[in-house]
């Protein structure tokens, strides 16, 4: 078993995120699993900022509990971070910028002075080269070879960086030779694995996801943290050949999106909550007028705008009632990049299949850490059907036919002959609206409880056709963690650490959060001898579908709403909690 | 620039010409209802370019005005309030190779929807947008719309309106749309023209049209607009000409202008999105295959 963590801490504008990348980078070329949390404030400069890249085997699904090196650029970076370093750690910094005192931190805790303004001096007069010498240093210590960490800076600058590439790998050098001279790698260093892996995040492979399963047409507003996906449509648009619009606000985001869908695209919206909010009448028209819909909700902590740069599972309820009366949709939940990668070529085909909306529920903590992907996890060769499946054929067409599926047959706009016109208000077969003047008359009374059963019964398809709740963990285990979506991450790692102590656990998972089967599920959780449900939101809104869907309560719960994610510590305290003394 | 923004498929003439004429189902507006004469004015001009019906997406929000893709026989979206214009923008990029006509009401375009009404313009987005303007909320039984006049009596507003109206033309000036024009539905002729000129224009097209709600809005009539109306192809207006044009929006009161104020040459958005380039979006490849290497840039 390896594990090593390695932190930097600064203020936002120190180029903490770059540090981060550029380590993450550098561990999962060596073939590592590799976790990289980023941890920021909605501010461009000042504030506290860090990110952390974890790497081991087995692989890390969350950021861990602790670190053993912590590149600190200033003095608050120590203080709020060297309680989580593990005896043997190091603290790398800079003494021309602030001093660290050994017998400040925590015992077996190190303080490695490195002169890194003055190594960058040496080159020039930007202080940010200073974080190449840190680096260097950091390299030394985590066994990441010099080499792998000048490649890494190289790329990063990409060909025409020049001179300035050049500084910053000479700069590493220096920082790597004197951490050679005046120190020992740590403990927990690693070495080179095997053949690099990919990393990427939540965001990212969804956008890969989405691409690989056809999207044509995507259609967005900035908003954290859903921004990158667009950031990465947006930046290969041309080669794939995806029409990627910022639209002037989430409404019309979604209505174009429906728009391009209606004229024979597939086609994707992404948003957080407060989008998503807006977007929710567009939601039930997609629903109404059987217009195939993926929609991504990256969820961050709410009410209102809460807290922008951190995570929440808090708006399932938004999700599950969204839109007025009722209409089918399913809400997809990944909690690594390859599910997400997964979920979402899933999501098209669903939207495809059944003509209704499908929402992938993601949250910051999936949406903007990074996470290694083997390459054989996400296979880019994903099935493209032709989005032409009516011919006309002389016979009358019923756009909204009623079929056992509650699929009707789905004409494109440019099809001679199968004229139709889709429409919000409730309608006939033939899409006639039977809403105003023929409405209250008994046989149109009739119709529309008819295309009202047509469409609800989709969802008996929806659930069939989508991932039913999954085990992970020896069957039998005292205890169960439910759970969905990206905590979905700490819980693993937990299980892992409680293992370690002989507490054999395991977990029944939600990849479809909605629709339920409710008999198998209670069938499952009925093979759990104790419970406990980790959710991010204060109420608990997962159990309480669990408990509407199929009568079980889970009372044993873990509800985390502080804007930070699910640390695997507070998992194991909880289940300890609740195995020794049942709970609260 | 490329041949990207493709003109609708032209159809050859002929007795068995397949044109856009009525559906089968009937309008369901109050008899006398100024938006006869849109759909009318909307069905001529789609025939006189012989455009094939299946090739038309009419796109309406909701409102008395919206239910008009139900009255003719193309393809129709009838949306929700206020928002058939980022639907509509949603259909020409999915497929540039249909003609797109987003219908609708004042206080579809210019309430609700106002935000996407001056966005689509500054796009300029090929379709014509074709509002159909009786300065008052009908569908909801007679409340102010953005179009109601200073002082005119409604449910909501039994004092009188206390709020500037909103200027379409003006807004549309502003906006930046390329070709801006204001009918009167008791003129069919001069409005099909218009609607006509609208389609074969590139780029964002909006005819604002005066259609007279005969039931709630007792102040702007028929006979309000007859005896109002002037046609500035009559007064010399030159609609290549911006500031002019400015001028005429402005006019209210005894003399309203009604025809072509403004038409000028932009690049689409169309045009201008390179993707597009490609032809039309449904008819271009889809998925990763060919495009593996997408995966090298997360080693």
């Known amino acids: 078993m390896s594990d090593l963590a390695v932190r930097a801490g600064g203020q936002a504008g120190d180029g903490i995120q770059s540090i981060g990348e550029t380590v993450s980078r550098c561990l999962s070329r060596m073939g590592w699993h590799v976790f990289g949390l980023n941890a920021y404030q909605s501010v461009i400069r000042g504030g506290h900022v860090w990110f952390q890249a974890r790497a081991g085997d087995p692989r890390p699904y969350s950021q861990g509990d602790q670190a053993d090196l912590l590149y600190a650029l200033d003095p608050q970076s120590v203080a709020v971070h060297a309680p989580s370093l593990r005896a043997g750690s190091t603290i790398v910094y800079d003494p021309e910028k602030f001093a660290v005192a050994e017998s400040d931190l925590p015992v077996g805790v190190r303080a490695l002075g490195v002169p890194t303004l003055e190594i960058a001096r040496k080159y020039t007069s930007q202080s940010i080269l200073q974080n190449a010498g840190g680096m260097g240093a950091i390299s030394f210590l985590a066994g990441i070879p010099l080499e792998l960490l000048h490649e890494v800076l190289r790329d990063s600058f990409g060909k025409k960086a020049g001179e300035v590439a050049d500084w910053n ?24 694995k095997g053949a690099p892996k990919l990393l990427m995040s939540g965001n990212q492979a969804i956008a890969l996801g989405a691409a690989a399963a056809g999207c044509k047409f995507l259609a967005q507003y900035p908003m954290t943290p859903a921004s990158s996906i667009m950031h990465w449509m947006a930046a290969h648009a041309q080669t794939l050949g995806i029409v990627v619009k910022q639209a002037e606000d989430e409404l019309a985001a979604i209505h174009m999106a429906i728009g391009a869908s209606f004229g024979g695209v597939r086609a994707m919206t992404a948003t957080s909550g407060g989008g998503f909010s ?66 979402t070529v899933r999501a098209f085909q669903l939207a495809e299949d059944w003509q209704t909306p499908i929402l992938v529920a993601s949250d910051l903590h999936l949406s903007e850490n990074v996470m290694t992907v083997d390459r054989e996890e996400i296979p880019t060769h994903v ?15 019923q756009r909204y036919q009623y079929t056992e599926s509650g699929v009707s047959p789905r004409a494109l706009p440019g099809q001679p002959g199968l004229q ?32 009202m059963d047509k469409r609800m019964r989709k969802l008996q398809g929806i659930v069939a056709a989508t991932e039913p709740p999954a085990w ?8 169960t963690f439910v759970a969905w979506g990206s905590t979905i991450g700490a819980v693993r790692d937990a299980r892992a650490a409680l293992a370690e102590r002989g507490v054999a656990t395991n977990l029944l998972r939600f990849p479809t959060v909605y629709p339920l ?27 309480r579908l669990l408990r509407a869907e199929t009568g079980v309560h889970l009372t ?15 998992v194991v305290a909880r289940a300890v909690e609740v195995l020794n003394h049942g709970g609260k | 620039m490329a041949e990207s923004s493709a003109q609708p498929t032209p159809v050859p003439t002929g007795p068995a010409l397949p044109v856009v004429g009525k559906s089968d189902t009937k309008p369901t507006w109050c008899p006398g209802c100024g938006d006869f004469g849109v759909v009318a004015a909307v069905e001529s001009a789609l025939k006189r370019l012989k455009i094939a019906p299946y090739n038309v997406v009419i796109v309406s929000g909701i409102g008395c005005s919206s239910n008009l893709p139900h009255f003719l026989s193309s393809y129709g979206f009838h949306g929700i309030h206020g928002r058939a214009l980022p639907v509509a923008e949603g259909i020409r990029w999915a497929n540039h190779g249909l003609t797109v006509i987003g219908t609708g009401g004042d206080g579809d375009g210019f309430g609700i929807g106002a935000g996407h009404f001056v966005h689509a313009m500054r796009r300029n987005v090929d379709l014509t947008y074709v509002t159909m303007d009786n300065q008052i909320y009908g569908l909801t039984t007679g409340q102010a719309s953005p179009t109601s006049q200073m002082g005119q009596k409604t449910k909501s507003t039994p004092t009188g309106v206390i709020e500037n109206p909103v200027d379409p033309i003006a807004l549309a000036l502003a906006s930046g749309a390329t ?9 069919v002729k001069q409005l099909t023209d218009l609607v006509a000129g609208g389609i074969q224009h590139k780029g964002f097209a909006f005819v604002d049209v005066f259609s007279p709600c005969v039931t709630y809005n007792k102040v702007n009539t028929f006979d309000f607009f007859r005896q109002r109306v002037y046609k500035l192809e009559s007064a010399g207006h030159d609609p290549s000409d911006i500031v002019a044009a400015w001028q005429r929006a402005l006019e209210w009161g005894d003399k309203i202008p009604i025809g072509l104020f403004y038409r000028t040459e932009r690049p689409s958005y169309e045009d201008l999105e390179e993707v597009l380039h490609a032809g039309p979006l449904l008819k271009q490849p889809a998925g990763l295959a060919g495009h593996e290497s997408v995966l090298d840039e997360f080693v």
Do not use: C
Request: aromatic residues 8%; negative net charge.
């Open chain 1, 169 to 192: 790998v000479g700069a590493a050098s220096a920082g790597y030779e004197f951490a050679r001279a005046h120190a020992a790698p740590n403990d927990h260093a690693l070495g080179r």
């Open chain 1, 278 to 343: 807006l977007m929710v009448e567009a939601l039930g028209m997609a629903g109404m007028t059987e217009t195939p819909l993926v929609v991504v909700e990256s969820q961050r902590a709410g009410p209102s705008t809460g807290l922008p740069t951190k995570t929440e599972q808090g708006d399932l309820n938004l999700m599950l009632g969204a839109g007025q009366g009722e209409f089918p949709r399913a809400i997809l939940a990944p909690s690594h990049p390859v599910e997400a990668y997964h979920a």
């Open chain 1, 383 to 397: 099935e493209v059907p032709s989005l032409f499946t009516v011919q006309p054929n002389g016979h009358d067409y």
């Open chain 1, 420 to 451: 139709f016109v889709a429409g919000s208000d409730e309608h006939d077969a033939h899409g006639h609206l039977i809403s105003d003047v023929k409405s209250g008359i008994p046989i149109w009374v009739t119709e529309r409880q008819r295309m």
């Open chain 1, 472 to 479: 992970e963990g020896p069957a039998g285990a005292e205890l």
């Open chain 1, 517 to 543: 089967d409710p008999d198998r599920v209670q069938a499952e959780l009925t093979k759990a001898k104790r419970t406990l449900l980790v959710e991010a939101n204060y109420s608990g809104q997962f159990g």
């Open chain 1, 556 to 570: 044993d719960r873990l509800l985390k709403y502080d804007g930070e994610p699910v640390y695997p510590h507070e």
């Open chain 2, 179 to 187: 070709y801006i024009a204001r009918g009167f539905s008791g003129d």
